[in-house]
């Protein structure tokens, strides 16, 4: 399998075949079904366009009072078990002692986009960040560990797996676009990304 190094970003196209992205979406319609995507508001009460849940021990949030890791669902329930396809990638490309302790479960509709950021709410950098994309192809950009440093970006389709770890861990990285309708995964079109993350611990 070909594997492309981005800034120190693993990029691996298609790891996921057709079936393998299939039963995926399957686990996933559980797990939205249990803990349903929300629009995130963000502490200066900006709506993100990206719809959001989790899996998991802990989900990432965001409303008035801050972003954090939460142990429920907004609505008071726990976070639906992570799927097991999901933990069998981990275990074969992270492996190592632990589990992830979160896979967050982002929505990109027509227009939604993320800007440019570093992951740091989870308080532990020493294991990587494991990204699944399905869906609509969309335009990643990764850029340095200061803000201001060069960016290289990558068009990320259905089925690609990618690996954030070591220096990469801290790097500022974003969705520019999506190209809405360019994949048949979602019969309403639209991109699913899940991130798995180790975290240290509840950071509020
Ligand atoms: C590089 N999600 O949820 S995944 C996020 O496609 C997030 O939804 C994007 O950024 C998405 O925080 C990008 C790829 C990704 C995830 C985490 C990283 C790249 C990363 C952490 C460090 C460096
Ligand atoms: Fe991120």
Known sequence: MTMMDV??????????????????????????????????????????????????????ISDRRGYRYAPQHPSGVDWPPIPDAVLDLWR???????????????????????????????GDFSWPVLSISLGDAALFRIGGTERPAPTSSVWLHSGDVVLMGGAARLCFHGID?????SSRLLPQGGRINLTCRVVAEVTS
Do not use: F, I
Not at 94 to 121: E, F, I, K, S, T
Not at 177 to 181: D, E, K, L
């Open 92 to 122: 074969a490309l992270v492996g190592g002692a632990r589990d992830p302790d979160c896979c967050l479960v982002n929505w990109y509709g027509p227009g939604a986009r993320m800007g440019l950021h570093q992951d740091r709410d989870e």
């Open 177 to 181: 676009r999506v190209r809405h309708g």
């Open 7 to 60: 800034r120190g970003v693993k990029v691996w196209p298609g790891m996921l075949d057709a079936a393998a992205q299939d039963a995926l979406v399957v686990a996933l319609r559980e797990v939205v079904r249990r803990a349903p995507l929300v629009t995130p508001v963000t502490p200066r009460g900006q709506e993100m366009s990206v719809r959001m849940t989790a899996a998991g021990r802990l989900g990432w």
